[in-house]
């Protein structure tokens, strides 16, 4: 397995949060903070971390959540050293709601 840091991990969440306009756009039907952790999972995976078990599919709620998990899982047994993601994957989130109520707000204005 390959192992990874929290500097990479940050590394990872801020270039899901840069691509995160094609990211959204190709979402589906996820909502977008699924979308997002399902960026921040196949890139976590696509550089070797892998979760321990593989992803089922749920209704949205439940996607957004697995995903979280498994992100989380996946740090947990890859981490070197040891580090907790929960707050870079918070940010991430966060940063996603705040640009979402900014364009929501626009939109209402007009």
């Known amino acids: 397995m390959t192992r990874i840091n929290s500097a990479q ?10 691509d995160r306009a ?3 756009a190709g979402r589906g039907l996820l909502n977008g903070d699924a979308a997002l952790l399902r960026a921040v999972y196949w890139r976590l995976f696509k550089a ?23 992100v989380v899982c996946m740090i947990e047994l ?9 707050a870079d994957l918070r940010e991430l989130l966060m940063r996603y709601e705040d640009e979402v109520d900014v364009v929501q707000a626009k939109h209402a204005s007009v």
Do not use: I
């Open 9 to 18: 991990f940050k590394g990872v969440c801020d270039s899901v949060w840069k």
């Open 48 to 70: 070797g971390v892998r979760p321990a078990d593989k992803l089922e599919n749920h209704s949205f709620e439940q996607t957004r959540e697995m995903y979280q998990l498994v």
């Open 22 to 24: 094609t990211v959204l």
């Open 78 to 86: 890859n981490a070197f050293p040891p580090f907790d993601g929960s």
